[in-house]
């Protein structure tokens, strides 16, 4: 069946420092890719997403790149901040089927220091 | 707000008591989902809805469970004779059937005493 690895958390980082959260996929379809961020006492929100091989997903600073080569989406941002602090979830939607119920990882939980 | 919305946000409860919640999706939003967050994992499936046609449920939704969705509106999850194990973090979220994006609600926290 489908599933997501992520890196086991947490990862502590200073303020401004590079951030990368890897996430790698086994999917027996051709999925789509998301990660879900969750705030503490807050719902999963969509952070990005991309549908198709070399496609990359970006929204507030972060990005991520579709590579079905490594079957990876890892998570990048530049500069991190202390309000990105929060759990990171990556996650794909198997389109194959047409449920497209969501594979979630186990989580990466992020700390930014001041 | 036009987000999902859940009630309760928190429940408590003693073992062997029914508890039921309640979902109420993006209102053009055609399916539904449920999944069960523990603590320290992610989300797991258990079931979707699209209008009101349940059509699948995962091998996590044991016969206690069972989920309703009259009129493809809002749905409910009702849990019997709960067990310590069914304390988790209930979620909904709804989409577009021919969307991939789905949209969170924040959840109901279910305590099993």
């Known amino acids: 069946g489908d599933s997501v690895t992520q890196m086991e958390g947490p990862v502590t980082l200073s303020e401004e420092a590079f951030l990368t959260i890897n996430c790698t996929y086994t999917?027996?379809?051709?999925?789509?890719l998301f990660w879900y961020v969750q705030y503490p006492g807050e719902g999963l929100q969509l952070l990005l997403k991309?549908?198709?091989?070399?496609d990359k997903g970006s929204n507030k600073g972060f990005e991520a790149t579709y590579r079905k080569e490594t079957t990876s989406f890892h998570l990048e941002k530049g500069s991190v901040q202390v309000s990105d602090s929060a759990v990171y979830f990556c996650?794909?939607?198997?389109?194959?089927?047409?449920?497209?119920?969501?594979?979630f990882g186990s989580g990466t939980r992020l700390q930014v220091q001041p | 707000d036009t987000g999902v919305s859940q009630n309760p946000r928190h429940k408590i409860t003693k073992r062997g008591q029914n508890v039921t919640f309640r979902c109420d999706p993006i209102?053009?939003?055609?399916?539904l989902y449920w999944y069960r967050q523990t603590l320290g994992q992610g989300p797991e499936f258990l079931t979707y809805?699209?209008?009101?046609?349940?059509?699948?449920k995962s091998r996590l939704l044991s016969d206690r469970f069972s989920a309703e969705r009259p009129k493809g509106s809002f749905s409910t999850l009702e849990i019997q004779r709960t067990e310590q194990g069914d304390s988790a973090m209930y979620l909904c979220?709804?989409?577009?059937?021919?969307?991939?994006?789905?949209?969170f609600g924040p959840g109901t926290r279910l305590t099993v005493l």
């Open positions: 979220a709804s989409s577009l059937a021919t969307a991939d994006t789905q949209y």
């Open positions: 999917a027996t379809g051709y999925p789509s």
């Open positions: 996650a794909l939607s198997d389109r194959q089927t047409g449920r497209r119920a969501l594979t």
């Open positions: 809805f699209q209008n009101e046609a349940q059509l699948e």
């Open positions: 991309a549908t198709k091989a070399d």
């Open positions: 209102s053009e939003h055609n399916r």
